[in-house]
């Protein structure tokens, strides 16, 4: 059974989990109708995705756990950046926001001895170092490529095997 501090930080988190997919969708969107980028743009629908995925996994567990899993409103998310190289970096802060948010239920699933979800958060704390890690490697290249052509239709080529290299699920 979760406590009641559990259960809020966990729903907490849920709303967290729904607006990275939100915000990951507004960038898939934005993408699609910017020329040449359609990996880029991929990539963005296929983490939309995941987190999706990451927030049902929440959810289930809540209910599971003899709680309630509540499903939040959203704010709108930003709809358009001024470049490809805005997006990424955007996308970086919100995945160090994440592994922030994460660290915090962990540390209050620990003060309340709930060894249970302190387990089942360490997949989610696994997850985010990689995806932190491929959010950096994507923003380095982006950094070198500067506003060369060639290097943004490389990047675009190539993104979708970094990022399987990488681990994401
Ligand atoms: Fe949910 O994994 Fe990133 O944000």
Redesign the pocket.
């Known amino acids: 059974m979760l406590s009641k501090k559990v259960q809020a930080a966990l729903n907490e988190q849920i709303k967290v989990?729904a607006e990275?997919s939100q915000v990951y969708l507004a960038m898939a969107s934005w993408a699609e109708i910017q020329p040449g980028i359609d990996n880029v743009t991929q990539f963005f629908y296929m983490h939309s995705d995941?987190?999706r995925m990451?927030m049902l996994k929440l959810i289930h567990f809540v209910n599971e756990r003899g709680g309630f899993a509540t499903v939040p409103a959203l704010p709108q998310p930003a709809l358009t950046y001024p470049s490809i190289k805005h997006a990424f970096t955007a996308l970086l802060k919100?995945?160090e926001f994440?592994s922030q948010s994460i660290n915090n239920v962990l540390d209050i699933a620990m003060q309340e001895k709930d060894y249970a979800t302190v387990n089942f958060l360490q997949w989610?704390v696994a997850?985010?170092i990689e995806?932190e890690s491929l959010a950096r490697t994507l923003n380095d290249k982006l950094e070198l490529i500067g506003d060369e052509k060639s290097g943004m239709y490389m990047f675009d080529r190539d993104i979708l095997s970094v990022s399987v290299e990488g681990g994401e699920e």
């Open positions: 989990e990275s995941e987190e990451h919100h995945e994440v989610y997850e985010q995806e």
